[in-house]
């Protein structure tokens, strides 16, 4: 493993874990909200030794500025970045030295599980270095581009970073360190010289990692006696205390009882605790500028401290810090309850990991099949599988996701919608309110710029798959003798459910894929209905580029006829657009359902599978005079790929 | 135990009068003198098979050794427990069902007919009817069974292409069971069947077809026509599972029924059954009982039987389960006279939910007296008389509700679970409305 400590050589270049030339170019961490107090929750804290946890009220003013190193660790998933941070902690007595720290700050069961980190995490690690009492704050970012703002929140907190490469990926054959070398200096202009090379694993000159920190990450340049100017980088809600916000103060001291103001709310609290994390809170008198700690100051909702505001002190007015953007949901998906009689659990559920996770949109959604749900929005799909996961495995809640949608817009041409909705402009994030073609103008779909890294026998392969999803070539680069680096221009639609799969696949999992936000464009779209025998299914309402229709329904319809079960009668499964039938797939009618053989030592079990099916089939829903079971419509929801 | 004794030797020989006099010309009218509850079907498992077949999720085990005289003297022991439990007077019908019966000695199966003559009436005429494996039923065998009091035969054929018969792992080519067919209807005319299986992997209509004409050349005057259905944990499964077999196509299975149905038709044969025909009237008594839901008692291990006790007051029927493995069903057999493993008292309405589902199975349906022999106060039209989706299924010709009674049609018949998922709710729904104060089962 090598690290580079460096400054300012990351800045201004969109951050960008991928380069790093690994095998396995997974997609890094996401980040849905952590619960430091969430009681399903596994918490880190429990696992620290006493010996290294503060029992008393630190005295932060010890620190001073030129003392304070804030940095972050960069690294592709996989390449050791939590087993690097791990050592790190043990090496400044922030925690014991066990065998048992692995992956110390990834504190929810899907990080660990996945290996990822899904929320920042903060930790003050005290470090004595020729005489001097060093305070260095290791930033931990999620690095998935679905967190691509919350990481540069997160980073603008920092004013240095460590890259970390592993140079031996063991399920890459044809890795080594020397290619790793020429790439670091053709993709980042970092001599090899300056590279430090480590076993995090083994703890082998990791030492020197912090002395580089010290040396050369610089300190921060701010000023105590300015009025205070803190960031806010991140938060999480705990049930008893509220908002605890994660700051990094640019200016001044904040303490007890200070009223302080956010700037892109402009309400005033009063400070209730401020502390830095070691991991864990630990209150502390004062926060100093340079310093990174968290924040209680009555604040009940998330949305309160949102990531990138600034706080400062009341009647003392600062220039925002630059950079704050609202969360901008990317993609969208229908929550529902398995079963209707868990709906208020599942809204507690949703509401309480969204009291951690204000990136999450929740607005109320029903439809005939699945009952009362959601329609909720993530930045993007990992985002929200974590935040499944994150239902699943810490509220035990068991829900349906519709397949996610990306949000259209539609231009409006009727006078009397435009009045209707109040702008000629709107966003459709549920299909079925669609507007007809009729009244609209036109149609704009997202669009993000997607990278693609790869070895360049994929190539050929990946461009094909690229333009089969509507993508335009905007670049292509060899980085390196092997390997190329792609940058497609995609429809969102087009990537969402599985596009990242399909890559992997076809590229024996070598390419990675990363994509940016990048706006809008015009779109012939077209809404699509699913018909049983001539009724319209309400959930499988589709909205579809025009060029796809056809291969989006036929594949709908097939889907359909797998998963529906036979009748007395025929049933046609048609996917059309408006009156036109572009599809058609036909369940036949039950020939024969008879059991062949009903005996005296039959008649039990033949009894207690046709009472079970006589439940099942009440249970069912009515579309005309067709019988659909319940999970008929999620298997082709869930399985349903645009391609 | 008792070896078999003058009488036992008495009923065998009347019986083999009796069979060649005696025509069951409907099975379900046979008047009798005995009470419903004095009168029962008497069904015997031999667990013990030869060799596994590859299709079979029966209860069955290929023993290195089996202990006959053990297993003899518990089969007569249970049969003799369970008729002096049930107080039944009358036994009807047996049949020596498994496993294989026919590797058993004749020997046993008259030592356990000698003992239900002797612990309850057999009539001369009643059916007893031995499943035979064409490997384990040479001719001479056959007799032995004749002489022992077996007087009808059902023959396990199941094919007759060889590459079927191997696939299915059966031990006997079709010569052998073409054989076997010719000399037990020498041994016991007009009162042999025999098995054909349909829907096999890879099988076509044609050919399959062209086997059952084939059949109708040698066959005597009952046929049983039996779907494969892959069953969980046979080879057969593992097999489709494993994609070495091509899935049974439900289509092609459900042309070759309706076809073999029309050409068994076309020979003069009655489907009386789902799976079974017959012509001269030769249906099967014991099996009819089961459809028509009379009682049964289940003798030997896994074997299932439905009886009312005696001497408890209760008027409820049980439905019971014999202990499945032969070993445990023997030392519980010595220990308390009978293996019952499992007793589930049946509720009324459960018990028309069976007269329904077992009852619809056969040609002539639930007739309005048979019904009324179960439900007095409910008639068929008070159940089903109103209900729309069941006006719905009589529209589309699936079913009939007429003078007769309730009963499918020829379309019908095929997909009757279908049918019964909307008439069992309805059953249901009727019986609460129309019993608030009756507690199911009292």
């Known amino acids: 493993m090598w690290t580079l400590a460096g400054r300012g050589w990351w800045r201004g270049r969109a951050l960008a874990p991928w380069v790093t030339g690994a095998a396995n170019m997974a997609l890094p961490g996401p980040r849905p909200a952590p619960t430091r107090r969430a009681p399903a929750e596994f918490r880190a804290s429990d696992r620290l030794s006493s010996s290294a946890s503060l029992k008393e009220k630190l005295d932060m003013s010890i620190f001073p500025v030129e003392n304070i190193r804030n940095f972050s660790i960069i690294a592709h998933v996989d390449h050791g970045k939590s087993t690097l941070a791990d050592r790190l902690l043990e090496l400044t007595g922030t925690i014991d030295k066990t065998k048992n720290n692995k992956q110390v700050l990834d504190k929810l069961q899907v990080e660990r599980e996945r290996g990822i980190t899904v929320k920042a995490q903060t930790a003050s690690l005290f470090y004595n270095c020729e005489r001097k009492q060093y305070l260095l704050n290791l930033i931990d970012t999620p690095g998935h581009v679905d967190f691509s703002y919350e990481v540069s929140r997160s980073l603008s907190a920092c004013q240095g970073v460590l890259l970390v490469v592993d140079a031996n990926e063991i399920d890459l054959k044809n890795a080594d360190p020397e290619r790793v070398e020429k790439q670091i200096e053709k993709v980042f202009d970092i001599p090899s010289s300056e590279c430090i090379k480590i076993s995090a694993k083994l703890g082998t000159n990791v030492e020197s990692v912090l002395q580089a920190v010290i040396e050369r990450i610089p300190p921060p340049k701010v000023h105590r006696k300015n009025p205070l100017r803190a960031l806010v980088f991140d938060s999480i809600f705990d049930q008893y205390r509220g908002v605890i916000a994660n700051v990094a103060l640019f200016d001044g001291v904040v303490s007890k009882g200070d009223k302080i103001i956010s700037a892109y709310t402009q309400k005033t609290y009063e400070v209730n605790e401020v502390g830095i994390l070691n991991p864990n809170e630990h209150s502390t008198h004062k926060l100093y500028a340079g310093q990174v700690g968290y924040l209680i100051a009555g604040m009940k909702d998330v949305t309160e401290a949102q990531i990138g505001d600034t706080l400062y002190l009341h009647k003392q007015p600062v220039e925002p810090l630059p950079g704050f953007k609202s969360a901008k949901p990317m993609v969208f998906a229908g929550m529902y309850p398995v079963d209707q009689s868990e709906y208020n659990n599942l809204k507690s559920a949703i509401e309480k990991l969204t009291l951690n996770d204000s990136s999450v949109t929740v607005h109320r959604d029903s439809c005939l099949a699945l009952g009362a749900g959601w329609r909720l929005g993530f930045l993007g799909l990992l985002h929200m599988e974590v935040f499944n996961q994150r239902l699943e495995q810490e509220y035990n809640a068991s829900v349906i996701l519709t397949t996610p949608t990306v949000p259209y817009k539609a231009v409006l041409s009727s006078a009397k919608l435009i009045k209707e909705y109040g702008d000629k402009e709107i966003t459709i994030i549920n299909p079925a309110q669609f507007p007809d073609k009729s009244k609209v103008s036109e149609y704009l779909e997202p669009v993000v710029l997607g990278t693609i890294i790869t070895p360049d026998e994929f190539t050929g392969k990946i461009m094909m798959l690229c333009q089969a999803r509507r993508a335009i070539q905007k670049n292509m680069i060899f980085i390196d003798q092997n390997r190329v680096m792609l940058k497609y221009l995609f429809p969102l639609n087009e990537i969402v459910v599985d596009f990242y799969d399909s890559l992997k696949s076809l590229s024996s999992g070598y390419a990675s894929f990363d994509y940016e936000d990048a706006g809008y464009q015009t779109a012939e779209l077209v809404k699509m209905d699913i018909l049983l025998n001539g009724n319209i299914v309400e959930e499988l309402v589709t909205i579809v580029h025009k060029d796809k229709a056809h291969f989006v329904g036929k594949a709908i319809c097939e889907r359909l006829k797998d998963s529906l079960p036979r009748q007395l009668f025929e049933i046609a499964i048609q996917a059309a657009i408006g009156s036109k039938i572009i599809a058609r797939e036909t369940v036949k009618a039950y020939r024969k359902n008879v059991l062949a053989k009903c005996y005296g030592g039959d008649i039990t079990r033949k009894m207690k599978l046709l009472k079970r099916q006589a439940e099942g089939k009440k249970k069912l829903r009515k579309i005309g005079n067709v019988e659909v079971p319940k999970d008929a419509f999620i298997k082709v929801l869930k399985t349903q790929s645009d391609k | ?442």
């Open chain 2, 1 to 442: 135990m008792a070896v078999p004794g003058a009488r036992a030797r008495g009923w065998a020989a009347a019986a083999k009068t009796a069979q060649r006099r005696r025509r069951v010309e409907d099975a379900g009218a046979s008047p009798s003198p005995e009470m419903a509850s004095r009168r029962a079907a008497l069904y015997v498992h031999w667990p013990y098979c030869e060799k596994r077949c590859s299709y079979c999720n029966f209860n069955k085990y290929i023993p290195r050794g089996v202990q006959e005289a053990a297993m003899r003297n518990c089969l007569v022991t249970e049969a003799q427990t369970l008729l002096q439990l049930s107080g039944v007077r009358r036994v009807e019908s047996v049949f020596f069902g498994g496993g294989t019966p026919s590797l058993a000695s004749p020997h046993t199966v008259s030592a356990v007919l000698e003992a239900v003559a002797r612990t309850a009436h057999l009539p001369a005429d009643s059916e007893v009817t031995l499943e035979a494996n064409p490997t384990s039923a040479s001719g001479s065998r056959l007799a032995a069974f004749g002489a022992a009091g077996v007087n009808r035969l059902s023959i396990g054929l199941q094919s007759l292409d060889d590459s079927e018969l191997q696939l299915l792992g059966r031990t006997h080519s079709a010569d052998d069971a073409l054989r076997t067919l010719a000399e037990a209807r020498h041994l016991f005319p007009g009162r042999v069947s025999v098995d054909l299986m349909l829907g096999l992997p890879a099988q076509r209509v044609g050919p399959w077809i062209r086997q059952l004409q084939e059949l109708l050349h040698h066959c005597d005057d009952h046929l049983s026509l039996y779907q494969l259905s892959l069953e969980r944990g046979t080879a057969l499964f593992a097999q489709v599972q494993q994609g070495a077999l091509p899935a049974p196509d439900p289509e092609l299975a459900a042309e070759m029924y309706q076809k073999g149905r029309a050409v068994l038709r076309e020979a003069g044969f009655r489907q009386y059954e789902v799976s079974n025909f017959a012509r001269n009237g030769a249906l099967s008594t014991h099996n009819w009982t089961y459809w028509q839901c009379g009682q049964y008692l289940g003798v030997g291990p896994g074997a299932h039987g439905r009886f009312m006790l005696q001497g408890t007051g209760s008027h409820t029927r049980e439905a019971r389960i014999q202990t499945l493995e032969p070993d445990n069903w023997m030392k519980e057999v010595m220990l308390s006279g009978h293996g019952t493993r499992k007793r589930v008292p049946l509720g009324k309405l459960e018990l028309l939910e069976e007269v329904l589902a077992m009852g619809l199975r056969t040609d002539v349906g639930i007739t309005h007296q048979h019904w009324q022999q179960f439900e007095p106060q409910l008639t068929l039209n008070d159940v089903f008389g109103a209900s729309e989706e069941v006006k719905l299924l009589l529209e589309q010709g699936l079913l009939l509700l007429d003078d007769r009674g309730l009963r499918c049609s020829w379309e019908g018949l095929a997909v009757l679970d279908s049918l019964l998922l909307t008439l069992l709710p309805r059953l249901q729904e009727a019986w609460q409305q129309g019993t608030p104060s009756l507690v199911p089962g009292g």
